[in-house]
């Protein structure tokens, strides 16, 4: 289990593109990592083009955003271009990365319970550790939340001359 203020756990998975992405390559920058359950459905598609429509403001507090969901890389592509969306999308179909930090454990709805993603999201400071987690969240307004706390995280750093 995650806890702030530790390092946060490595990961090495797939993005879109196939690509391997591991936490190293983002040391020296935020990182926004947030899961969910499923490309295209409602509340993640919220999510996701709310992230997207955020992408700049992140980029100026020198921060990236990924989505991680248990679907394929084919699935992510076709999500991507459905809706235009501006992050990364990393596939964890093994929920490896997601149990780490969390994000997969047990759910009940309607009274039933099972196993799946639980919507929740990370932010790792530059040196790799967890800044903050959202343990729990609802999709809409999550972002505009998350990028509140990044500057709060940052305090007068995202105010210096010369930032992004």
Known sequence: ?????????????????????????????????????????????????????????FGKLDAVVLGCSPDTPEQHRKFIAKHNLKIVLLSDPGHEAMSAYGAWGDKVL??????????STVIVDPKGNVAHHWKKVKAKGHAESVRRKLEELQGSEAAKPGRK
């Open 110 to 119: 309607y009274g039933r319970k099972f196993e799946g993603v639980i919507r």
């Open 1 to 57: 289990m995650i806890a702030v203020g530790r390092a946060a756990p490595a990961f090495d998975l797939p993005d879109q593109d196939g690509k391997r992405r591991k936490l190293g390559e983002f040391r020296g920058q935020w990182l926004v990592l947030y899961f969910y359950p499923r490309d295209d459905t409602p509340g993640c598609t919220v999510e996701a083009c709310e992230f997207t429509g955020g992408v700049r403001a």
